[in-house]
């Protein structure tokens, strides 16, 4: 989607290591989200933030983290303490319902 | 807790078809409900919105109702294309609450 802009597109993590998607956006939205695809499956929550320096955990928040320290930008963190981390990650706004960028694919060396 | 529900899970049709993909919801108490198209590999992109004062919204051969009471919402497609073939989504948002509840979507494959 226009304005929701997620890197990498493609993202390996070794055993052990934490990784770090990113996501930005230029729609000056204070709502940010962080949601995890897996085959078959719906989109489930992983966090959210309404304003800058806040955020709330969603149904998975488990092995992950997140800042908000500005309010174009909402990083996510996959920690080893996640010990499944192989999905899709989307990253998404609220403007008139949700508008979603175009996901990172993370793989297990 | 909102469940939703989508049916057919997939679907294979012949160029040229009106086709109708379903969802239901559990809860009644919605603010609005959306339906999504995800492409393989890539991120969902908004279709329609109906918001819950709403009973249809339509964009090009796009048409989209809601029935709260029954819980149901569905999604026509008129004269499919092969480029109409991806999976299509739905979420349901709860009054009061920024957090909708997605399906698990309908694969569609248009074919010639």
């Known amino acids: 989607d226009g304005g929701i802009t997620q890197s990498p597109k493609y993202l390996f993590r070794k055993e052990g290591q934490n990784v770090t998607l990113s996501c930005e956006q230029n729609?000056?939205?204070?709502?940010m989200y962080w949601y995890r695809q897996d085959p078959g499956q719906g989109l489930r929550l992983i966090y959210y933030?309404?304003?800058?320096?806040?955020?709330q955990k969603g149904d998975i928040a488990e092995g992950y983290s997140v800042s908000r320290e500005k309010k174009e930008s909402f990083p996510l963190t996959v920690t080893s303490a996640q010990k499944n981390p192989t999905a899709f990650y989307l990253c998404?706004?609220?403007?008139?319902?949700?508008?979603f960028g175009d996901g990172t694919r993370l793989s297990i060396l | 807790k909102q469940e939703v529900t989508q049916i057919p899970a997939a679907l294979s049709v012949p160029e040229g078809e009106n086709l109708v993909l379903n969802c239901s919801f559990t809860?009644?108490?919605?603010?609005?409900l959306q339906w999504f198209r995800q492409d393989p590999g890539k991120g969902l992109t908004s279709l329609l919105l109906?918001?819950?004062?709403?009973r249809e919204q339509t964009s090009g051969r796009l048409n989209a109702s809601l029935d709260k009471s029954s819980g149901r919402s569905t999604l026509y497609i008129a004269a499919s294309q092969p480029g109409d073939s991806a999976t299509y989504l739905c979420?349901?948002?709860?009054?009061?609450?920024?957090?909708?509840?997605f399906g698990r979507g309908t694969s569609l494959i248009v074919h010639p």
């Open positions: 998404a706004i609220t403007r008139q319902g949700k508008h």
């Open positions: 729609l000056n939205h204070d709502a």
């Open positions: 933030s309404q304003i800058v320096n806040d955020f």
């Open positions: 809860d009644s108490a919605i603010y609005n």
């Open positions: 109906i918001q819950s004062s709403q």
């Open positions: 979420a349901v948002r709860p009054g009061g609450s920024y957090i909708p509840t």
